[in-house]
Each structure stands twice: as structure tokens, then as C-alpha cells.
């Protein structure tokens, strides 16, 4: 229970933020796992939308760092985990 005003508007602020941080941590998870099933479907059409996915799930990971709702490294572990599942792919042709 907040005592003053200016801790229940922090409260609000910290519900809003709290929202906003989920929803777009959703979205990075949603990429991130279309963009490793399309690197691990095997068909040879995808490799512009693989591409497109990679870019993508790159720059949102790497917005996230940016706003705060990721650490560096944990992003850099996912962004390491994408690299070498493409390689994988690339080297089992």
C-alpha cells in the first residue's frame, strides 16, 4: 500500500511499464522461434525469408538492450544461438 501520491503514481507507471516490457518481450520470443523454424525447415526457397526473420529478430533484440528490458550478453546469446544454427544449416547441405 503506497503511502503518498507520488508512490501510487509510480505504482501506475511501474504497472504500464511492466505491460509494455511483456508485450515486446512476447514479440522477440515469437520471432526468435519463427526465425529458428524457418532455418530448420529444409527447404532451399526460404533462404530470403530466413534472411528477413534474421534481420529482424537482430534488431529487435538489439532494441531491447537499447530500452533496458534485455541484459547485453543475453541478447548476444541469442543473437550467437541464431548465427550458429544458420551456420549448421549451411554446412549440412
Do not use: P
Request: charged share 30%; proline share 0%.
Amino acid at each position: 500500500m503506497a503511502n503518498t501520491l507520488s508512490a501510487e503514481k509510480r505504482i501506475d507507471v511501474n504497472k504500464r511499464n511492466q505491460l509494455r516490457n511483456k508485450a515486446y518481450k512476447s514479440t522477440i520470443r515469437t520471432i526468435y522461434k519463427k526465425c529458428l523454424v524457418a532455418i530448420s525447415n529444409k527447404d532451399e526457397n526460404n533462404i530470403d525469408v530466413i534472411n528477413s526473420l534474421l534481420s529482424l529478430s537482430y534488431s529487435k533484440l538489439d532494441k531491447a538492450v537499447q530500452k533496458g528490458m534485455m541484459h547485453k550478453n543475453a541478447a548476444a546469446s541469442k543473437k550467437a544461438a541464431l548465427a550458429k544454427a544458420l551456420k549448421t544449416r549451411e554446412q549440412n547441405k
